[in-house]
Structure formats: structure tokens, C-alpha cells
């Protein structure tokens, strides 16, 4: 199947060619031919015998950068450098810190450090409390990984998994202005990652676990949260779906049902599947089916890890036996599996006007073209509508639980933010199919905050 070029391979290519009237037109046709999708052509240089042009375009993955590259060869071009703008983007890492208060005088020196900080220690030794106003905590979270699962590249250790989460803590400033650091462990004993967290913890005033594998992640996040007197919350679970009910909240208003009245699918009862059951059952359906790699899953089954066991005990499905039968009827399809691990054709003994969420990353369990007719898709992808994305949600989940000093993230305020996400899709939009709003959306993370933070204390 072909997909589409995508700015996660953006890439410029200085190119030099003969002065033609038409090379402008021509190099962006040669690029265009092969593939590439054409962002910006700009003169570096002309002269009257040639041109230098940098021309930057999306390409599909980083064979076909060098297909496009080699056909402007062919085409006569003589291409001098590539440089893939992704890379660039991360050369010393997307985030920095910076000081909220000038340091120009020996007064400045002298109240921001010593002598005068340690007025503040005293302050805070004497009352605890005072450290969320006197220092960055309450605006600051820990944002922790083990690096096992990452993405949709498994396992690659926690240095591969630092660039993730620099960017994880980018999008919480840029989204909530909340100060977030990576903290990359190089353990994936349980303990050790338990009582690691508990050791910074102290500093931040919340921690968001991320690309921790299951099951090591259910038993970490709920002793972590045991432990400590400010949010724990795994994002890969619970971020996931938050995001899903958004989008099914929404799928329900245009297609006219209710939640309580949904037969739901979920396959893949992992981290995420398992969250997104949970969070679907408390919100009023009750016939949901949990489906893993060997099958529907079955109370009888004494071998169900205990994370499975609590979804299908909590849900009053019908019993069933194959997948095929599972979605028989069904008018909800989550996808939290991989491609390829189940026939997308199986989709169209769904119920009329089937809702489906492929969530496998990067590459979704189904696209547009294998969607029954009438039916409503949401991905993982940007580069397809309804992009389920998880940082809808924790920015301002985040923000509303430390305006809040919440010392956890519940249920109540995570169903909030569903439905703040969800009110942030217009009637307009909904009538042509959008069920999750933009992740730029200029009032989402606002919304989502305060609804938190409502939660929160009570209101």
C-alpha cells in the first residue's frame, strides 16, 4: 500500500542546473513525478550560466528521499547536499532551560542564590507546603521512561527513548506552559524504577510515565501513586483513552446512539486497550468484548493476566468465541494492535455506519479505502482525519491538576477532559466527520484544564 509523503521526512536538496526559463517549474515536476511532495523551491543562487536552487519536499520513508534524489540525477540535475530537516530539528535536543529571573548584579546574585536562597530553604524546612509557591514544583512534572516500549519501535533502551521525551516535555510547555523534564532510566526492574521516581519526586509536582511496557506499567504507576502525594499518570493508558472517549462521544452525536446502548470491540488488551476499557465501561457502555491475540477473551479463562480480568469481569457482553463473531453486529471497533494482525475485512459485519478506532502506530490496523461505506475511521496518524493524538489531552490534564495541587488523576477528571476535548469539535465540524478535534485547536488545552482542575477541587 502507498502512503502518503509526510513532514516527518521533510528534507531539502541543494540542487545546481543549466538557466532555463522553465527549471523552476521543472524541478518541482521532477520531484512531484517521483513521489515527492514539493513544500518550497528557494533561489540560493543565479548566475548567467546556471542556478542553485534549495528545494525542500516530503517524501514516504528514507528510500524513497534517495529514489527522489536519484531521479533528479537522472533528470539532469546535479543535487550537491541532502539534509533531512527532521534531524536538524533535534540537533542538541528540542528543549533548554532558561532562568525566570536576570542575573546582571551582585543584588540579583545575591537574592536568587546566596546568601539570600537560604532564607527559602529555611522556609521550606520549617514548612514544607511553602516549596509549591517558593520553587519551580508546582509547575513542573517528571516525565519518566524505561525506554521497553517506545513508540512502535518496541524495546530500544532508555537513550533512544530521551529524543521522545524531550519532545513530550516541548509540547507540555508549548501546550500548558508546564516545565516538564525527561528522566530516562536505564533499569526495567520494577523496584528499581519505583523507588527511582520516589527518590526525585521531591522536586516535581506530578509525574507522567511514558513508554513503560505492560505489564511492568500497571504495578508501577499504582505504587508510584500509593507512594507519592502528587499525580501519577501513565499517558500511554490513560492519555490513549481519554482521547478515544473524546472521539466516541462524538461518533455518538453523529450518528445518533448513546454509550450505554454501544457493543464495543477493543483489540488488543495491553496498556492502552486495557485503559480505554476501563474508561469506556465507567463511562455507561456495558457490552464490550476484549479481544487479544488469541482471541475474545473469557472469564473461565484461569490464565487471564489480572489487568484482563478486571475488564471482562466489569463487562456484560455476550459470550463469544472468534473475532469475527465478536464484531458481528458491533458498532464500535478499537484497534490497539498492529498491522496485519487482523483481517480489516472482518469490519464489514459491523452494524450499520460502523465507528472505528485504528490506533497501531505508525501504521493503522485499517485505512480510509479498507473503511466500510458510511463508516467513521479515527487513527493515530497525523497525515489522516481524526488523529487520535495523546497530546490533547495530558498537557491540560496536567495543568489542571497542579493549578489544582490534585494528588492524583482520577477517573472523574479524566472522563472531564473527554468531554472538554469533545466539546471542542463545532456542530459544523461534526457534520463532516470530525470527531477529534486539532491538536492546535486555540481553546482544547484551556478547556481541558479547566474542567480538571473543576474536578479537582470540587466544584
Same mark, same amino acid.
Given at each position: 500500500?502507498?502512503?502518503?509523503?509526510?513532514?516527518?521526512?521533510? !528534507?531539502?536538496?541543494?540542487?545546481?542546473?543549466?538557466?532555463?526559463?522553465?527549471?523552476?517549474?521543472?524541478?518541482?515536476?521532477?520531484?512531484?513525478?517521483?513521489?515527492?511532495?514539493?513544500?518550497?523551491?528557494?533561489?540560493?543562487?543565479?548566475?548567467?550560466?546556471?542556478?542553485?536552487?534549495?528545494?525542500?519536499?516530503?517524501?514516504?520513508?528514507?528510500? +524513497?528521499? %534517495?529514489?527522489?534524489?536519484?531521479?533528479?540525477?537522472?533528470?539532469?540535475?546535479?543535487?550537491?547536499?541532502?539534509?533531512?530537516?527532521?534531524?536538524?530539528?533535534?540537533?542538541? %535536543?528540542?528543549? $533548554?532551560?532558561?532562568?525566570?529571573?536576570?542575573?546582571?548584579?551582585?543584588?540579583?546574585?545575591?537574592?536568587?542564590?546566596?546568601?539570600?536562597?537560604?532564607?527559602?530553604?529555611?522556609?521550606?524546612?520549617?514548612?514544607?507546603?511553602?516549596?509549591?509557591?517558593?520553587?519551580?514544583?508546582?509547575? !513542573?512534572?517528571?516525565?519518566?521512561?524505561?525506554?521497553?516500549?517506545?513508540? %512502535?519501535?518496541?524495546?530500544?533502551?532508555?537513550?533512544?527513548?530521551?529524543?521522545?521525551?524531550?519532545?513530550?516535555?516541548?509540547?507540555?510547555?508549548?501546550?500548558?506552559?508546564?516545565?516538564?523534564?525527561?528522566?530516562?532510566?536505564?533499569? !526495567?526492574?520494577?523496584?528499581? !524504577?519505583?523507588?527511582?521516581?520516589?527518590?526525585?519526586?521531591?522536586?516535581?509536582?506530578?509525574?507522567?510515565?511514558?513508554?513503560?511496557?505492560?505489564?511492568?506499567?500497571? $504495578?508501577?504507576?499504582?505504587?508510584?501513586?500509593?507512594?507519592?502525594?502528587?499525580?501519577?499518570? +501513565?499517558?500511554?493508558?490513560?492519555?490513549?483513552?481519554?482521547?478515544?472517549?473524546?472521539?466516541?462521544?462524538?461518533?455518538?452525536?453523529?450518528?445518533?446512539?448513546?454509550?450505554?446502548?454501544?457493543?464495543?470491540?477493543?483489540?488488543?488488551?495491553?496498556?492502552?486497550?486495557?485503559?480505554?476499557?476501563?474508561?469506556?465501561?465507567?463511562?455507561?457502555?456495558?457490552?464490550?468484548?476484549?479481544?487479544?491475540?488469541?482471541?475474545?477473551?473469557?472469564?473461565?479463562?484461569?490464565?487471564?493476566?489480572?489487568?484482563?480480568?478486571?475488564?471482562?469481569?466489569?463487562?456484560?457482553?455476550?459470550?463469544?468465541?472468534?473475532?469475527?463473531?465478536?464484531?458481528?453486529?458491533?458498532?464500535?471497533?478499537?484497534?490497539?494492535?498492529?498491522?496485519?494482525?487482523?483481517?480489516?475485512?472482518?469490519?464489514?459485519?459491523?452494524?450499520?455506519?460502523?465507528?472505528?478506532?485504528?490506533?497501531?502506530?505508525?501504521?493503522?490496523?485499517?485505512?480510509? $479505502?479498507?473503511?466500510?461505506?458510511?463508516?467513521?475511521?479515527?487513527?493515530?496518524?497525523?497525515?489522516?482525519?481524526?488523529?487520535?493524538?495523546?497530546?490533547?489531552?495530558?498537557?491540560?490534564?496536567?495543568?489542571?491538576?497542579?493549578?489544582?495541587?490534585?494528588?492524583?488523576?482520577?477517573?472523574?477528571?479524566?472522563?472531564?477532559?473527554?468531554?472538554?476535548?469533545? %466539546?471542542?469539535?463545532?456542530?459544523?465540524?461534526?457534520?463532516?466527520?470530525?470527531?477529534?478535534?486539532?491538536?492546535?485547536?486555540?481553546?482544547?488545552?484551556?478547556?481541558?484544564?479547566?474542567?480538571?482542575?473543576?474536578?479537582?477541587?470540587?466544584?
Amino acid at each position: 500500500m502507498t502512503h502518503a509523503p509526510s513532514p516527518s521526512y521533510s !528534507t531539502t536538496a541543494r540542487v545546481e542546473a543549466p538557466t532555463s526559463a522553465h527549471l523552476l517549474m521543472d524541478l518541482a515536476r521532477s520531484i512531484s513525478q517521483h513521489g515527492g511532495d514539493v513544500v518550497a523551491i528557494d533561489l540560493v543562487e543565479v548566475t548567467t550560466t546556471g542556478a542553485r536552487v534549495d528545494v525542500t519536499f516530503n517524501a514516504v520513508d528514507e528510500p +524513497h528521499v %534517495g529514489r527522489i534524489g536519484a531521479g533528479l540525477q537522472a533528470d539532469g540535475y546535479q543535487v550537491r547536499s541532502v539534509s533531512d530537516r527532521t534531524f536538524l530539528s533535534h540537533l542538541g %535536543g528540542v528543549i $533548554e532551560v532558561m532562568p525566570r529571573i536576570r542575573i546582571r548584579t551582585r543584588d540579583d546574585l545575591s537574592r536568587v542564590y546566596t546568601p539570600g536562597v537560604a532564607r527559602i530553604s529555611r522556609q521550606i524546612a520549617a514548612r514544607p507546603e511553602a516549596a509549591w509557591n517558593l520553587t519551580g514544583k508546582g509547575n !513542573t512534572v517528571a516525565v519518566v521512561t524505561d525506554g521497553t516500549a517506545v513508540l %512502535g519501535l518496541g524495546n530500544v533502551g532508555p537513550l533512544a527513548a530521551l529524543p521522545v521525551m524531550e519532545g513530550k516535555a516541548a509540547l507540555f510547555k508549548s501546550f500548558a506552559n508546564v516545565n516538564a523534564f525527561p528522566i530516562c532510566l536505564d533499569t !526495567t526492574r520494577t523496584d528499581d !524504577t519505583v523507588a527511582a521516581v520516589r527518590a526525585i519526586a521531591p522536586g516535581f509536582g506530578g509525574v507522567n510515565l511514558e513508554d513503560i511496557a505492560a505489564p511492568q506499567c500497571f $504495578e508501577v504507576e499504582a505504587r508510584l501513586q500509593e507512594a507519592l502525594d502528587v499525580p501519577v499518570f +501513565h499517558d500511554d493508558q490513560h492519555g490513549t483513552a481519554v482521547v478515544v472517549l473524546a472521539g466516541l462521544v462524538n461518533a455518538c452525536r453523529i450518528t445518533g446512539r448513546r454509550l450505554e446502548d454501544l457493543r464495543v470491540v477493543v483489540i488488543g488488551i495491553g496498556a492502552a486497550g486495557t485503559a480505554i476499557s476501563k474508561i469506556l465501561l465507567d463511562a455507561g457502555v456495558h457490552d464490550l468484548v476484549a479481544v487479544d491475540r488469541n482471541g475474545p477473551l473469557s472469564p473461565d479463562d484461569p490464565g487471564l493476566p489480572p489487568h484482563q480480568r478486571e475488564v471482562v469481569a466489569r463487562s456484560r457482553a455476550r459470550p463469544v468465541t472468534t473475532l469475527e463473531e465478536a464484531v458481528t453486529g458491533a458498532d464500535v471497533v478499537v484497534g490497539v494492535s498492529r498491522r496485519g494482525g487482523w483481517d480489516p475485512n472482518v469490519l464489514s459485519k459491523m452494524a450499520p455506519n460502523p465507528i472505528v478506532f485504528a490506533l497501531a502506530n505508525p501504521e493503522p490496523e485499517v485505512y480510509l $479505502e479498507e473503511m466500510p461505506p458510511g463508516g467513521l475511521l479515527a487513527t493515530g496518524r497525523s497525515d489522516l482525519p481524526n488523529q487520535v493524538n495523546n497530546a490533547l489531552c495530558f498537557p491540560g490534564i496536567f495543568r489542571g491538576a497542579l493549578n489544582a495541587r490534585a494528588s492524583q488523576i482520577t477517573p472523574r477528571m479524566q472522563e472531564a477532559a473527554a468531554h472538554a476535548i469533545a %466539546g471542542a469539535v463545532s456542530d459544523a465540524e461534526r457534520a463532516i466527520g470530525v470527531i477529534v478535534p486539532s491538536l492546535f485547536h486555540p481553546d482544547v488545552h484551556r478547556a481541558v484544564a479547566t474542567a480538571v482542575e473543576a474536578v479537582a477541587l470540587g466544584r
